[in-house]
């Protein structure tokens, strides 16, 4: 059985950081890439950020980049979101997702999504 | 970047009747757009993958359709699980994008 399990969503105050994990397990984790969608409390879904398989290509929204770093440890079957210079528009619930297929890289289609992680950003 | 405007964004709705979101794409995005679900408190699931396959475990009741940039999600027969929040995603054109979402509510 596939499971996602996040993890590191906290309160943070404006200017912090803070780094979300994504335990996976159920599935060989090195073969697929692996995405983050956050949601604000009331809102929509935003994509965030890929990471291939490899991990040697990764991918980000334009309102993270330069803030943000996904990376992985295949060898634990971990995904990362070490997130600095927080500012309140990140508040969110942070979502790990599964894409459908081997085959993709930045674009997939989430078969399976962790339960999320919320983190807080304070002014 | 690729606008998804889904609408309506709230769809008021019985049971056993046949509801019909719809999804535009500012610009052509192929057959790579998908719908997901989501209820209150949980992640979203995975309906429908480019445009029109059903992914594992999704009743047949969920459809999906479309005709140049103008999708649908059709569920024929609500039942009383299926009333939730609807997105789209297009997964063409970096960034990939999200609809607004549809509210399909009793």
């Known amino acids: 059985e596939v499971q996602l399990l996040e993890s590191g969503g906290d309160l943070v105050q404006s200017g912090g950081s803070l780094r979300l994990s994504c335990a996976a397990s159920?599935?060989?984790?090195?073969?697929?890439?692996m995405t983050w969608v956050r949601q604000p409390p009331g809102k929509g879904l935003e994509w965030v950020s890929s990471?291939?398989?490899?991990?040697?290509?990764?991918y980000y929204a334009d309102s993270v980049k330069g803030r943000f770093t996904i990376s992985r440890d295949n060898s634990r079957n971990t995904l990362f979101l070490q997130m600095n210079s927080l500012g309140v528009e990140d508040t969110a619930t942070y979502y790990c997702?599964?894409?459908?297929?081997?085959?993709?890289?930045?674009?997939?289609?989430?078969?399976?999504w962790g339960q999320g992680t919320l983190v807080t950003v304070s002014s | 970047e690729t606008v998804l405007t889904q609408s309506p964004a709230t769809l008021s709705m019985s049971p056993g009747e046949r509801a019909t979101l719809s999804c535009r794409a500012s610009q052509s995005v192929r057959n790579y757009l998908g719908w997901y679900q989501q209820k209150p408190g949980q992640a979203p699931r995975l309906l429908i993958y480019e445009t029109s396959n059903r992914a594992t475990g999704i009743p047949a009741r969920f459809s999906g359709s479309a005709s140049g940039t103008d999708f649908t999600l059709t569920i024929s027969g609500l039942e009383p699980e299926d009333f939730a929040v609807y997105y789209c995603q297009q997964r063409y054109i970096l960034p990939l994008t999200f609809g607004q979402g549809t509210k399909v509510e009793i």
């Open positions: 990471i291939v398989g490899s991990g040697g290509t990764t």
């Open positions: 159920g599935f060989t984790f090195s073969n697929y890439a």
């Open positions: 997702a599964k894409h459908l297929t081997t085959v993709t890289t930045w674009g997939g289609d989430y078969d399976y």
